[in-house]
């Protein structure tokens, strides 16, 4: 009896304890550390605005040095264009290693453009240098070497060390038509990028380096052009895209970008960036809204393999040479889309 009795205490001691010690609650999920995300703005019109006279303004209202205005939106990182031989200046060697020390200073990321070209280069034109405008193909190849570094050279000596260079700019048919135009002779333009990657890893080796072409909804493009550039074994580490919705068209658009990036992680085993983005500056909450979500669906890629967001040219107001997908209003300051990049 005492056996049982004895039994059934140990029985309901144990219940007891059971019942009166604390439920396990699962503890939350550590949050990602999103450091390595870049918030940027290509800002590579900022020194011709200065130079002309234009101001910036804080939030609040306060004048204040347009980097600095940025940063207060949560920007990190920018982007600065190089065009060979510009007219002004504007965009050339000197005007780009100045703004970079800029933003250095700043505490800023920098991404270096090269365009290739004297103007701009995009889908629709990729024209050559005046200075290279005899170059056989083989000769191009070497311009695009030595420019590259040439410029990495001096940035470097100015104490900037490129996050990301661009081999290349929207370069959807390649590059230096007609030697580098992809359509006609993908080798070709293959061996411009891997002329420009060569010179990346040989002059700065912590700098990543950038194919870019835009429509980031595409992925018929895509698919050709990376399967190209695969095919001829060129060395680059990130597949970055451009993209310009509508008001109409965007969250359509982006979910379209979202498949494509995804594809290209898995296709080509590629980080991925988004280089440019913009949208009517009339249409801020809108852009904010859109700003969110491609950051959103950039960040969501698996294995942290989507790199950052950036805006082009957000600083431009009053339709600065006649652009109009700005995200200043027209009394300098920060639209409400800029608060798209804050946390």
Excluded at 78 to 94: E, K, M, N, S
Excluded at 220 to 232: E, I, Q, V
Aim: hydrophobic share 45%; with cysteine.
């Amino acid at each position: 009896m005492k056996k049982i009795f004895f039994a059934a205490l140990l029985l309901v001691s144990i219940d007891v304890i059971s019942c009166t010690k604390p439920l396990k609650v699962d503890e939350p999920p550590a949050p990602i550390d999103y450091s390595y995300f870049a918030k940027g703005a290509d800002i590579g019109w900022l020194s011709e605005m200065e130079a002309a006279g234009v101001k910036f303004y804080l939030s609040n209202g306060t004048e204040a040095d347009c980097i600095t205005v940025l940063k207060s939106k949560g920007i990190n990182s920018l982007r600065f264009r190089v065009w060979v031989d510009p007219v002004g200046g504007w965009c050339g060697q000197a005007d780009v290693v100045k703004m970079a020390v800029r933003a250095k200073n700043a505490g800023m990321r920098v991404m270096i453009d090269f365009h290739y070209s004297d103007f701009w280069a995009d889908p629709g034109k990729q024209n050559k240098p005046k200075a290279w405008l005899t170059y056989n193909a083989l000769e191009l190849n070497q311009a695009v070497y030595t420019h590259t570094k040439t410029v990495l050279t001096a940035l470097l000596n100015a104490g900037v060390v490129p996050a990301w260079v661009q081999i290349g700019n929207e370069t959807n048919d390649g590059m230096l038509w007609e030697e580098g135009r992809a359509s006609k002779n993908m080798a070709q333009f293959a061996a411009m990028v891997s002329a420009g990657s060569k010179a990346v890893r040989e002059t700065s080796a912590a700098s990543k380096v950038i194919v870019h072409i835009s429509n980031g909804y595409d992925n018929a493009m895509f698919r050709w052009m990376f399967d190209g550039l695969t095919a001829n074994k060129v060395d680059y580490d990130i597949i970055a895209m451009s993209l310009y919705p509508t008001t109409n068209n965007w969250s359509t658009l982006t979910m379209q970008c979202l498949n494509n990036m995804n594809d290209m992680v898995a296709r080509y085993n590629k980080d991925i960036m988004i280089s440019e983005i913009g949208m009517d500056v009339t249409a801020a909450a809108t852009c904010k809204s859109f700003i969110q979500d491609m950051i959103a669906k950039t960040k969501s890629l698996a294995n942290q393999r989507g790199l950052g967001v950036f805006y082009w040219e957000p600083q431009c107001y009053n339709s600065w040479k006649g652009y109009t997908l700005g995200a200043f209003d027209n009394t300098g300051k920060p639209t409400a889309a800029m608060d798209g990049f804050m946390d």
